[in-house]
């Protein structure tokens, strides 16, 4: 759907609030269509963007698995070198 939202489960440190928020704005922006609202829309982005962050913790924190932890360093490198590969840097 929208590249700029990341995979927030399993990892190790967890997702925080920030990331989760980031997600839910990213998100509501694509649904909207707008990346900055009117005036006249902005309460609704809010609530929107708050609401969708609580309902991404909440899936967040009822998940399992059983694989073990991602390392974020580790997965940023990986992501960088399919970036390499994909716009032909590397």
Request: with cysteine; charged share 30%.
């Amino acid at each position: 759907m929208c590249r700029n939202i990341r995979v927030l489960h399993n990892f190790e440190p967890p997702a925080t609030q920030d990331e989760v928020h980031a997600a839910a704005v990213q998100y509501v922006r694509k649904v909207s269509g707008s990346a900055k609202p009117s005036a006249a829309n902005q309460e609704a982005f809010d609530a929107a963007v708050e609401a969708v962050a609580e309902a991404t913790r909440v899936l967040l924190d009822s998940l399992v698995t059983s694989a073990p932890p991602k390392d974020r360093e580790v997965e940023a490198a990986k992501a960088k070198e399919r970036a390499a590969v994909r716009y032909g840097t590397r």
